[in-house]
């Protein structure tokens, strides 16, 4: 609407202009190098008129022919620049769909169109992943690392290269250095913890925990169990150290944290017990107990009475049952009190409680070992031991990331290097993963293990 009357008020004033003219008539003459021109005014404004239509007509050309070749410059550009984006689009889409050859081409096509390295490298590093060369892909992750737009990006490329190779010195280096540069970014943060608590270093996967909690990589609220597993991993490596007085520390900071957290509470009971202080020995157990009953916390809570007489010790157990009667660890631990005792009718009661709540393998055992005890190696133990094969598995520690089984509790699973990932549960629930043999941790065992300070062995029960 604004351009139509600004349309029609210039035809306007050009209506207006020519009728002033043409209302007052008269004539112009122009004598110039012995040339006379006389003509009216209004033909020498039209003159006028058309000589500037066509001055500004010839200068639009002459502008036009200067700046073509710069124009078709900068259209054959863009239309190069638009290919390679398009190249650069459809080599993303090969590697997402695992197509290497077509990875491979889209990559060179895009790298030869767009003179971007930042752009590019990313796609021709993923193109030579897929096609298996590790060694090119490195050269493009570490020609990232030289622009600062890119360093990142390279650095995560060379760590997830190192944790192929299981290096993971390398790989703690370079998460380090994607922490640096960026402090708020979460994949630094947890693949750091990570790796510290599969290499031992607990107290650096302290820190790491904390500079991931930071990060919001982790959940504020999950921060005290994690550290509470870190601190029952130090105590027990103090304890197999013979640091009693640390460990204890350690320990009962560890069981403030989760007292659900059924290593930490053993351990905490246990060096209570034998430092002498059987109250708060029992006082751990019983708190884990209430959570999740289990046989390491049945044999500290035995070390805690600290009887000699084996009628004394099936009294302290039948207290342990009636914490919870409905749990199958109590009178598992019961009965193999009553078998020491040589009380064999309540041995049989607690076990045939035991295996109408689970029969598992180790309650079948346990039939046959109460057999043995009571009648010598006959036809009845035998039975029980040929039903052990056909028996519901027996829980284990379960990595809930990888399904691998360990022998012993670790805060890092020795398949997967999941942080915090075990958990207590029957092998029948698990992944058919999970079917893969008990794994002992490589840190337990270099440090003595856990079980000469705790009396355990869950693969034995």
């Not at 006028?48 to 900068?74: D, E, K, N, Q, T």
């Not at 060179?108 to 992943?129: G, I």
């Not at 078998?339 to 064999?344: D, F, M, N, S, Y």
Request: aromatic fraction near 6%.
């Amino acid at each position: 609407m604004r351009k139509a009357l600004l349309f029609f008020l210039k035809v306007g004033l050009l209506v207006a202009a020519a009728v002033w003219i043409a209302r007052r008539p008269g004539t112009v003459q122009i004598e110039w190098q012995g040339w006379l021109i006389e003509t009216s005014v209004g033909v020498l404004a039209l003159g006028a008129l058309m000589i500037a239509i066509l001055a500004a007509v010839l200068y639009s050309l002459w502008r036009f022919l200067l700046g073509s070749p710069g124009a078709f410059g900068r259209y054959r550009q863009s239309a190069r620049r638009e290919r390679g984006y398009l190249a650069l689009t459809q080599g993303m889409v090969a590697v997402a769909a695992g197509d290497r050859e077509a990875a491979r081409k889209f990559a060179r096509k895009a790298d030869v169109l767009l003179n971007e390295p930042p752009l590019t490298l990313l796609l021709s590093a993923q193109a030579a992943q897929l096609n298996g060369d590790e060694q090119a892909a490195r050269k493009y992750f570490e020609a990232m690392l030289e622009r600062p737009e890119t360093e990142f990006l390279g650095l995560r490329g060379l760590l997830t290269q190192a944790l192929k190779a299981g290096d993971g010195r390398r790989a703690a280096e370079l998460a380090q250095r994607a922490q640096a540069l960026q402090p708020k970014a979460q994949w630094p943060a947890l693949t750091l913890l990570e790796l510290e608590a599969k290499e031992g270093h607990w107290t650096d996967a302290e820190d790491a925990l904390e500079k991931a909690v930071k990060a919001k990589a982790i959940p504020a609220a999950e921060a005290p169990r994690h550290r509470a597993a870190l601190l029952a991993e130090r105590a027990r490596m103090a304890a197999a150290l013979g640091r009693t007085e640390e460990a204890l520390t350690l320990a009962q900071k560890a069981h403030d944290l989760n007292p659900g957290l059924i290593p930490a509470a053993a351990l905490l009971a246990t060096l209570r017990a034998r430092t002498g202080n059987a109250k708060a020995a029992r006082r751990a157990v019983e708190n884990a107990w209430r959570i999740q009953p289990h046989a390491d916390l049945a044999d500290a809570w035995g070390e805690a009475g600290g009887e000699a007489d084996s009628l004394a010790r099936v009294k302290r157990f039948e207290a342990l049952v009636a914490l919870d009667p409905g749990s199958v660890e109590g009178h598992l631990a019961l009965a193999r009190a009553a078998i020491v005792a040589k009380l064999w009718g309540e041995a049989a009661n607690h076990l045939r409680i035991a295996r109408d709540m689970a029969p598992t393998a180790r309650v079948h055992r346990l039939l046959a070992e109460l057999s043995r005890a009571e009648h010598g190696d006959g036809a009845e133990a035998r039975e029980w031991l040929a039903k052990v094969a056909g028996a519901a598995p027996d829980p284990a520690w379960t990595c809930a990331r990888c399904g691998a089984e360990h022998a012993l509790w670790s805060a890092s699973c020795h398949r997967c290097g999941g942080f915090d990932t075990l958990s207590w549960g029957r092998g029948a629930t698990l992944p058919a993963t999970s079917a893969a043999p008990a794994i002992a941790p490589p840190a337990a065992a270099a440090a003595g293990t856990l079980a000469p300070a705790l009396g355990t062995d869950i693969a034995s029960r």
